[in-house]
Each structure stands twice: as C-alpha cells, then as structure tokens.
C-alpha cells in the first residue's frame, strides 16, 4: 500500500506555522512540542506520520478509539507520548490510567480523588492537565478559571499520587481578538500557578497560530495535520 505523503506534508506545514508565530511573538520555538490529535485520522495514516516525524505526543479522547488505531502505529520510533484529551468519566478512570501517559482533561476534586486512589493501587503517578473553561457557554467540561487556584490546592494537599503537569483550555469558535483575550488570561493563571517547563495546551487546527503566539506550548492538532489534502477536509 502506497504511503499518503499528504499527511507528512500537512505536519511539516504546521511546524512551520508554528515556528513563524513563534518568532513573531518572541516565543522559543524549541520548547513547543505538537499533540497530534488522531480521532479522525485513519490509522494507516497515524502509522506514516509516526515513521517518519518525532511527533512529540498522539491524543485520543476515547480509550477504545485510542486502542484501536494506535495499535500498529510505532509509537516506540520515537517514544510518542500518549494523552488523553476526552472528558474524563469516573467508570473509565482506571482504563485511561492504565494506558495513557497525561490526562489532560481533570477538572474536579472528586475524580482527582479517585485517579489518586487508583494510581497508588498500579503504583504510578497520575501525570494530570488542570482543565479550564474558556466562556460559559462551551458544553465541555473544564473548571472555572476563578475556582481554579482553590482546586489545585486541593489537588497538591489530598492526592499525592497526581502530579499536575499544566493547563489545558479549549476555545470557542471566535474573532482572534477574542480568542487572544481569552488565552491571555490562560497564560496568566499558568504563569500563577505552574512552572515554566509544565504544559500549556492552547489552539486546535483553527486557532492554533494564535494560541502559541499567546504562550502555548503544546497546541492539540487533528483536521489540519490529518486532512487528506490541502485545503480539504476529512473524509476518511
Ligand atoms: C478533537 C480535539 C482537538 C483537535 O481538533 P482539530 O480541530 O481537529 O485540530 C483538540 N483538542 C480536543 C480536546 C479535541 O477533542
């Protein structure tokens, strides 16, 4: 079966987007690693890119989807972490602990609970993103910005089997002056919160230039990696 070099070519593209806006913002284009979000992606086409870039990280935001198309990809070529970027339900915490690396999606203390209690029984940390809600009106999940500090308090107090490695947010669809006033204040409960080295995951396929111009410094990327073609969308 022939390779579709369409996929190689959309993630080179994107590098490189990435890299202008960070040089255009004054951000260090090496502390900026891509998730590559696979849950449209067809697992031929996970396989190419994993051959042939270091991509840093795939997302799945089911277990199962996850299982199946990451199966044969050679996630070990260049030890690809693996994040859970769904909505974090209590019957498949342990499923998820088990087999991804970062949960990016925790935004309440009674999960928090739970994954630290199921950590400790498999003997390993619960490497955690806090999530946070951008507007009121996204029916995601993600906790209040303003409640967010008293959480990670929490957190750090009574689990001592997660360790909280950053943020991530999703955005609304809105004008990049938005957008930006939204990130900015993403960037700064980061900046409050969390260390330089911990993870910042702001911007999909749509707004992904303008988050990393923000500060983010691992924006989660499906359509605009996975796409078959330039300029086209999924049809797989
Ligand atoms: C699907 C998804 C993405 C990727 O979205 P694209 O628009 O395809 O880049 C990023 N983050 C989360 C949480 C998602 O569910």
New binding site residues.
Partial sequence: MTENTAVLANYDNVLERIKAASLKSGRDFEKINILA?T??ARSQDIATLLTHRNVFAV?E?RVQDSLQKWNNAPLNAFKTKKFF??QLQSNKTLKVLEKFDII?SLDNAKISARLNEQAEKLDKKANCLLQVKLTEKLTQGGADLDEAPALIKVIKEQNPNINLRGV?A?APIAPPQELRRLFKKVKNFFDNNFEKSDYLSLG???DYEVAVEEGSNLP?????IFKNNAGGNNDN
């Fill in positions: 979000v849950k449209y997302g935001s970027i769904g990016c991530m999703i999909m396929s749509e989660r990327i499906g359509g605009a």
